[in-house]
């Protein structure tokens, strides 16, 4: 069935030090991977996405990458800043169309 | 056009009540979208419209919820005989296809049902 996996549910980093969060989906036909950050009250905004034709893509010190054989996907996130802390979401798309699955969220932890 | 937008922001109510919640999506966005969500999980898929035609609604979703998006810009999302289990944070995104735009978000409402 249609199923993100996200994991860990609660990560703490030291400040300046690397964040990894890690997806796996179940649906072969999935091609499109947004990850989503969400901070407390405020609404989901965009962090960064990749389609299946690539394998990584980075955006200053976020990068994401992409194992389709094992279907996993990755978020990184380098020289973590307090403004990091926030709840983080992977997504997929099941059927390969605009319709997405998000996982349950990690909850990401910058300590000073 | 700041982006989607969302009303009420808040809404209490008791069990039992009907209520009606207003998404606008960005300009010229043709997909629409409506998710659940509760505290500690992702957002829940609930159901999505093209233009004016309501494409798909989650089989997780009861008959006492029903959507709309009668000229293909605004949409409604109605509870009926709202239940406890209801409350939760209700989001409405957009996109535009064509373009291959991701989904954006509005800030959501979130209903307490009493």
């Known amino acids: 069935g249609e199923n993100v996996e996200q994991h860990p549910s609660t990560l703490s980093v030291q400040e300046g030090d690397s964040a990894v969060i890690k997806c796996t989906y179940s649906d072969s036909a999935s091609n499109y991977f947004p990850w989503y950050k969400q901070e407390l009250g405020k609404r989901p905004q965009l962090i960064i996405d990749i389609r299946s034709n690539v394998g990584e893509k980075k955006d200053q010190r976020i990068a994401v990458t992409l194992n389709k054989t094992a279907k996993h996907f990755s978020l990184h996130i380098t020289e973590t800043q307090p403004e990091d802390s926030a709840v983080y979401f992977c997504?997929?798309?099941?059927?390969?169309?605009?319709?997405?699955?998000f996982g349950k969220g990690t909850r990401l932890h910058i300590l000073p | 056009d700041t982006g989607v937008s969302q009303n009420p922001r808040h809404k209490i109510t008791k069990r039992g009540q009907n209520v009606t919640f207003r998404c606008d999506p960005i300009?010229?966005?043709?997909?629409l979208y409506w998710y659940r969500q509760t505290l500690g999980q992702g957002p829940e898929f609930l159901t999505y419209?093209?233009?004016?035609?309501?494409?798909?609604k989650s089989r997780l979703l009861s008959d006492r919820f029903s959507a709309e998006r009668p000229k293909g810009s605004f949409s409604t999302l109605e509870i009926q005989r709202t239940e406890q289990g209801d409350s939760a944070m209700y989001l409405c995104a957009s996109a535009n296809v064509q373009a291959q735009e991701t989904q954006y978000f509005g800030p959501g409402t979130r209903l307490l049902v009493l």
């Open positions: 419209f093209q233009n004016e035609a309501q494409l798909e």
């Open positions: 300009s010229e966005h043709n997909r």
């Open positions: 997504a997929a798309n099941p059927r390969g169309d605009d319709k997405i699955i």
